[in-house]
């Protein structure tokens, strides 16, 4: 196996990914909306998982929903928001079942329930906003009941 051993070509192909070049080409609000979107859809996953754990579900639907967020791309299944005056605006997909869509309700409201209240007051105030179109994503098939 060929190995190079100067790691200049390393650079060369990451030069197009650091925080300079983004600042260069007027790119770093538009990277910094994205991370924080990513984070946002993260932490909405670990919230949600948590919540599922606690649940009084049977073994056989607990395992099924938590294979959701706990698959590789998770993050990209929770609904988009946008930021309100007051809180955000969460856009459910065109491509959610009302099996899915009560149970990420169940979950939220799950997960307020063990929030103190101090931990209550500090969580962003969601509305439910209009359905975002989208086209449906591919994954396995146990994860069918999921979509329309």
Same mark, same amino acid.
């Given at each position: 196996?060929? *190995? $190079?051993?100067?790691?200049?070509?390393?650079?060369?192909?990451? +030069? $197009? *990914? !650091?925080?300079?070049?983004? =600042?260069?080409?007027?790119?770093?609000?538009?990277?910094?909306?994205?991370? @924080? !979107?990513?984070?946002?859809?993260?932490?909405?996953?670990?919230?949600?998982?948590? @919540?599922?754990? /606690?649940?009084?579900?049977?073994?056989?639907?607990? $395992?099924?929903?938590?294979?959701?967020?706990?698959?590789?791309?998770? *993050?990209?299944?929770?609904?988009?928001?946008? +930021?309100?005056?007051?809180?955000?605006?969460? *856009?459910?997909?065109?491509?959610?079942?009302?099996?899915?869509? $009560?149970?990420?309700?169940?979950?939220?409201? =799950?997960?307020?329930?063990?929030?103190?209240?101090?931990?209550?007051? %500090? %969580?962003? #105030?969601?509305?439910?906003?209009?359905?975002?179109?989208? +086209?449906?994503? /591919?994954? #396995? +098939?146990?994860?069918?009941?999921?979509?329309?």
């Amino acid at each position: 196996m060929y *190995h $190079n051993s100067n790691p200049d070509w390393l650079l060369e192909s990451s +030069e $197009n *990914h !650091t925080a300079a070049n983004r =600042k260069s080409r007027n790119k770093e609000t538009l990277h910094k909306q994205r991370q @924080a !979107t990513y984070e946002r859809k993260k932490e909405k996953v670990r919230r949600r998982i948590q @919540a599922a754990e /606690k649940k009084n579900w049977t073994t056989e639907k607990k $395992n099924m929903v938590l294979g959701v967020p706990k698959s590789k791309d998770s *993050h990209k299944l929770m609904s988009s928001d946008e +930021e309100a005056d007051e809180g955000f605006i969460s *856009h459910p997909y065109s491509w959610e079942s009302d099996a899915w869509r $009560n149970i990420k309700q169940s979950l939220d409201k =799950k997960y307020q329930e063990t929030c103190s209240s101090r931990s209550r007051r %500090l %969580l962003q #105030k969601r509305q439910i906003g209009s359905v975002r179109e989208q +086209e449906k994503p /591919k994954l #396995k +098939e146990e994860f069918s009941w999921m979509f329309n």
